[in-house]
């Protein structure tokens, strides 16, 4: 029996996250991606500590969103977790594109995080 498209991702990100891990200095920027949304958050795996969180459904966010494609919200959720982020000092992260292709969506929330200032 062959896998789906969503156990192949999970086997993907596994072995993503025996590589990738959050520290203090360099936090992981983890991305989850749905058919309508997407979500930021920005993880210390040292402590199990969430340090920011983004997502097309804040609603600072949902105002703009009104007429924009997905991938321009993505890019709009990857400036606004940058924004979060540099507000706490955090300028340096480990982008976990969690198993997804880096394409899209996911290649546009990293790219407008890296015009609002965050390093990767």
């Known amino acids: 029996m062959s896998a ?3 156990q192949i991702r999970l086997r993907r990100k596994l072995s993503i996250r025996h590589r990738v891990s959050g520290t203090e200095e360099r936090p992981r920027l983890t991305v989850f991606r749905s058919s309508k949304h997407i979500y930021a958050q920005v993880v210390d795996d040292t402590q199990s500590v969430s340090l920011a969180a983004a997502s097309s459904l804040s609603k600072e966010l949902a105002k703009e ?5 997905k991938r321009e919200i993505a890019e709009l959720v990857g400036a606004s977790i940058a924004k979060a982020c540099l507000a706490r000092g955090i300028t340096k992260v480990v982008f976990d594109r969690n198993g997804y292709i880096y394409h899209g969506r996911i290649q546009a929330l990293a790219d407008g995080a890296r015009k609002a200032g965050l390093d990767f």
């Open 65 to 69: 969103n009104a007429e924009k494609t």
């Open 4 to 6: 789906s498209k969503e």
